[in-house]
Structure formats: C-alpha cells, structure tokens
C-alpha cells in the first residue's frame, strides 16, 4: 500500500514570496490533514478536510496561508505572502476517519530567507 | 496553552535497559492517546494508542500506562534497542465536538546508548 506522498522535500524562498505544496494521501482515507512542526515543536494542526470539505481550519492563518482539495482526493496547501517564521516542516496526514491514528507523508522542509 | 506536556527534551537509554517517556495532558475531554514514533528526515509514525476506557495497552516490546486522575500517560520500551533511537511524540484527542483534532507534545528525543 502505498504511503501519503508529499512534495516538495525542501523549499527555499525569501519572504514575501509565494510556496505551494502538494499531498496525495492513501488511497481510500477520507479525511486529510496538513501540519506545521517548527523546529523543537510537535505538529500543530493546520487544516483538516474530510472528503472535500473543511472540518477544522481553526489555526490556519487564513491572511497568507489557504488550502484546496477539490476532487477529495489530493491537496494543496499555499502560503502567500511568506514570513520567516513561515520556516519549518509542513506534514501532510491522512486517516481513514477523523479520531483514527493518522499516517503522515515524510513532509517538506520550507526555508524562508 | 500546551495541553500535551512531554517536560522530558531528551532521554538516553543503554541497551537492553527499559525506556520510559512520559507525557501529562490538561484537558480533560481528551479521551484518545497515542505515541508517535519519528526518524530525521520523515513524518511521524504511529507506534501504541490507548483510549480512556484502559489504563494499559501492549504491542510487543511497548507498553503505554494510562493514569487518568492524575492526567498522565507513559510509554515503556522493553528492552530497549539501538533502533529505538528516535523522537517521541505523544497526542490527544477527544471524541466530543470541538476536541476532535489531535493534539501533539513537544517531543522527547531518545537515545539508545549500545
């Protein structure tokens, strides 16, 4: 079975500019959820879609950071403009329904310069 | 506000010993708990979960100790092998509204000593 595919792996821009990333999640997992984890931090949950709908964008900062997944399947988290504190890892995960262990795709690393 | 605590950064271990990490939540509408288990370089994996229905959950050499009074959960490796070597974290969540997403600790890094 094939895992959560992220990508990018690593992403360096300076701020002010514009980054997008991508998530395939397994196959079959309605719900999908995107991470920030900032070094020395655990994952803080950004967005949680299930099939193609928004359940919790509570921690999203909804001024540059906005995320799609139109078809429920795949997902694309953008942040626009980016700050440097924008800088760490953004995890993709995906369960088959929300309170269900997630499986996490490996993430991409964003630098902001 | 950090509802899950992990107050350990890091932990190192000799082999063959027992590794304990520990974990303390504040909210007590968390009512789901798991142990995630991450190498450099990848996401987390899930390792050992525990519902508030138990106080014990065992999988092979992990064993995860639930005390809800006090709040606290502890993750045990017996015995402890140098492929142990990792970052822990511990989450939460609950199956009420509003306490639905999980919630993740700060991690503790354990080093497993051959």
């Known amino acids: 079975e094939a895992g959560v595919a992220q990508s990018p792996r690593y992403k360096i821009i300076e701020k002010r500019q514009s980054v997008a990333f991508w998530c395939n999640p397994i196959s079959g997992h309605a719900t999908l959820y995107w991470y920030q984890q900032i070094l020395g931090q655990g994952p803080k949950l950004l967005i949680q879609?299930?099939?193609?709908?928004?359940?919790?964008d509570s921690q999203l900062p909804k001024d540059r950071f906005s995320a799609e997944r139109l078809k429920g399947v795949d997902s694309t988290l953008k942040i626009q403009p980016a700050k440097l504190e924008d800088s760490a890892v953004y995890l993709c995960?995906?369960?088959?329904?929300?309170?269900?262990?997630?499986?996490f795709g490996s993430g991409t690393q964003l630098s902001v310069l | 506000d950090q509802q899950v605590k992990q107050n350990s950064p890091s932990l190192s271990v000799q082999e063959g010993r027992i590794s304990i990490l520990n974990c303390d939540y504040t909210n007590s509408m968390f009512d789901y708990f798991l142990w995630y288990k991450k190498y450099p370089a990848e996401g987390p994996t899930f390792l050992i979960s525990?519902?508030?229905?138990?106080d014990k959950n065992e999988d092979g050499r992990f064993t995860v100790f639930l005390n809800k009074s006090a709040k606290h959960l502890s993750l045990h490796i017996v015995p402890s092998q140098p492929g142990d070597s990792a970052v822990y974290f511990c989450a939460a969540s609950g199956t009420n509204f509003g306490n639905e997403k999980l919630t993740f600790g700060t991690g503790t890094r354990l080093t497993i000593i051959p």
């Open positions: 525990i519902s508030s229905i138990k």
């Open positions: 995960a995906s369960s088959l329904e929300w309170v269900e262990k997630l499986f």
């Open positions: 879609f299930q099939n193609n709908g928004v359940v919790d």
